[in-house]
């Protein structure tokens, strides 16, 4: 921990503490995402800008007993800007985050500057999509020491076939299921396996090849198909 830090911290009255996000995915081509929840305003820090964006993260916290912790970062779905991220980026699988907390008066206008003074900082990945519903998005993060269970190849290739998972209708809810869903998918526009538009939301069933099933519902935009068409056999 940084010296000014511990000295603040041990201090009886202490300033807020802000905590900012940043999600690498330049690999995507969507550069450094950086957040923070604590305000409805812009906070610059260390020369960079966080956007006001109501994300919320929990477990960040070591146990003691040995076990890496597993964090979960919570986004809305709603917010259109981001899901074109998440649709154009794998729902950002394998990307580096990194939980910077500082005290408020060492942001970039605080009343002492200061983008050394910082709190350890957690480096973490994002793994998979855990969670999803018609308004969040949960992620599950792991520490880049954490390879157990990790298998080469990390994914079967098939060639036709998506490989995420659909929501599916609730006929006791009335509603769609999100639970362990993967696919992106959210909108109030329905079609059958067949890739015809229906209006019946019990209808709505993903035939899982690219034509039919995700360029119908997602049109021109990127497409989250999770096949590989291109694969040749060799």
């Known amino acids: 921990m940084n010296n000014i830090i511990a000295t603040t ?29 604590n ?8 020369g960079y800008d966080y956007t006001p964006f109501p994300i919320k993260s929990e477990g960040f916290e070591y146990n003691g007993k040995g076990s890496l912790p597993t964090p979960t970062l919570t986004v809305p779905a709603q917010d259109l800007a981001f899901m074109s991220v998440l649709i ?19 942001l970039d206008n605080g009343s002492d500057p200061d983008p050394s003074a910082t709190f350890p900082i957690d480096h973490f990945y994002i793994d998979r999509r855990s969670a999803q519903t018609s308004v969040s998005i949960t992620f599950e993060l792991a520490s880049k020491l954490d390879q157990q269970g990790k298998q ?3 994914r079967q290739c098939i060639k ?3 490989t ?14 999100y639970e362990n869903v993967t696919c992106p998918y959210a909108s109030d526009s329905y079609f059958d396996r067949e890739g015809n538009k229906v209006i019946d939301p019990a209808k709505d069933t993903c035939s899982k090849d690219l034509a039919d099933g995700c360029r119908k519902r997602f049109g021109n935009n990127p497409l989250p198909f999770r096949g590989f068409p291109g694969l040749q056999r060799y």
Not at 164 to 177: D, G, L, V
């Open 164 to 177: 995420h998972s659909y929501r599916f209708w609730n006929a006791e809810n009335q509603e769609f299921s």
């Open 9 to 37: 911290a041990q201090q009886l009255t202490t300033d807020a503490v802000i905590t900012l996000y940043e999600i690498d995915a330049k690999n995507y081509g969507q550069g450094v995402l950086r957040f923070h929840a």
């Open 160 to 162: 036709n076939t998506c």
């Open 39 to 46: 305000s409805n305003e812009v906070l610059n820090f260390n």
């Open 88 to 106: 154009g980026s794998n729902n950002l699988e394998g990307c580096d985050v990194r939980r910077i907390r500082t005290f408020e008066k060492h």
């Open 152 to 154: 080469i190849p990390n």
